[in-house]
Each structure stands twice: as C-alpha cells, then as structure tokens.
T-cell receptor, first 109, second 115 residues
Framework: GQNIDQPTEMTATEGAIVQINCTYQ??????LFWYQQHAGEAPTFLSY??LDGLEEKGRFSSFLSRSKGYSYLLLKELQMKDSASYLC??????????WGAGTKLIIKP | IAGITQAPTSQILAAGRRMTLRCTQD?????MYWYRQDLGLGLRLIHY???????GKGEVPDGYSVSRANTDDFPLTLASAVPSQTSVYFC??????????????FGPGTRLTVL
C-alpha cells in the first residue's frame, strides 16, 4: 500500500528553527509537495520538490532524498502566524496526490 | 478574482437526504478534485476530473457522484447521506493534470454533518 508518515504534532519557540519530517512509500514518484493549513481554512501551497536537494523560499526550505523516501520542511525565524498544520503529499505513478495526515505545529512565545 | 468557491460553507443534514456540494473555479483550470478531510487522516480523494466532460474515481468514491458539464463547475452529490459522510469537503483545481509540477489549489471547504 501507499503510505506517508509525518509526526502528529510538534512544538517550537518563536524565533527558533523547526524541521518537519516526512517519509513516504508510494507506487512511483512524480514529485513531493508541502502545504500549510491553518485551523478551519484550506490548504495552501508552500513548496514542490522533484529532484534531490534543498529548495529555499524565504524562511521556508524543503529537502528531498528520493533514494531514502524522505523529505523535510525547514521553517526559520518562527513567527506566531506559522502555527498551523503542515501537509506532505507525494504524486504517485498515476499522477494522483497521496497525502500525509499532517503535522500540527504549535509555536510558543 | 475569487479563485475557487464552495457552497454551502456548512450544512447539517438528516441521514437519507440527498445533498449537492457546489464548487466553481474561475482560473480556467483543466482539472478539478473533491477531497474529504477527517481528523487524524490525510486528505482522501473522492472523485476527480482531468478535463470537462470526463470524471474518475478516487480512493473513496462510494456514496458520491460528480459531473463536469463545463470547465468551471464540479458539483459533488451525496445520493443518500449517511453519518460516516460527516467530514470537511474540499474542492481543488489544477491547470495541467498529468504533469508532475501541476499544483492543486483549494477552495475554502464545506463542513458537512450528517445526523
């Protein structure tokens, strides 16, 4: 079967750095996405990786290792507004997105 | 530009009733999707449409039907609602289904409770 694993919940301090991990086992791989979802709102696109390595976009970076079936989302200089759930999704061989359950990130002052 | 709109925002429905959730996008995207999101589970695909006039089944299609008569609209119908269909429903769209870089954009969601 297909599986995406993420930690259920993480806590970090305002101004700090946090890394959210995602491991996947899917039938084929055609890219990995990270989305942010604030409580009661829709998911919004953050980043996309299809090749190994680090993609940086402002305070957010995303890393991919296809050989290890592993990705992480790195958030720097954490702000209170970063409190949200972070969803990892993999595009499989049928070009459908397989979603993880999401990681709820709690930021404390 | 609204992007993707969904209606209603929320609904409480008696079991056995028929219900249609509406979704409209104004981005001229080819592909549209319906997901449900339940606590502790990832988004699960119900049905999708890669282009107007075509539809396909996702991971959890039973009890749901869709149609795609034009590019903009993608309604989801529950023929006879059951309590297990209580969930938050998200509609999404993307420009180019079948491309690895294709990014999905989501509507605000419909919170449905079936009693």
């Amino acid at each position: 079967g297909q599986n995406i694993d993420q930690p259920t919940e993480m806590t970090a301090t305002e101004g700090a750095i946090v890394q959210i991990n995602c491991t996947y086992q899917t039938s084929g791989f055609n890219g990995l996405f990270w989305y942010q979802q604030h409580a009661g709102e829709a998911p919004t696109f953050l980043s996309y990786n299809v090749l190994d390595g680090l993609e940086e976009k402002g305070r957010f970076s995303s890393f991919l290792s296809r050989s290890k079936g592993y990705s992480y989302l790195l958030l720097k200089e954490l702000q209170m507004k970063d409190s949200a759930s972070y969803l990892c999704a993999v595009r499989d061989s049928n070009y459908q997105l397989i979603w993880g359950a999401g990681t709820k990130l709690i930021i404390k002052p | 530009i609204a992007g993707i709109t969904q209606a209603p925002t929320s609904q409480i429905l008696a079991a056995g009733r028929r219900m249609t959730l509406r979704c409209t996008q104004d981005m001229r995207h080819n592909a549209m999707y319906w997901y449900r999101q339940d606590l502790g589970l990832g988004l699960r695909l119900i049905h999708y449409s890669n282009t107007a006039g075509t539809t396909g089944k996702g991971e959890v299609p039973d009890g749901y039907s869709v149609s795609r008569a034009n590019t903009d609209d993608f309604p989801l119908t529950l023929a006879s609602a059951v309590p297990s269909q209580t969930s938050v429903y998200f509609c999404a769209s993307s420009a180019l289904a079948g491309e690895s870089t294709d990014t999905q954009y989501f509507g605000p969601g419909t919170r449905l409770t079936v009693l």
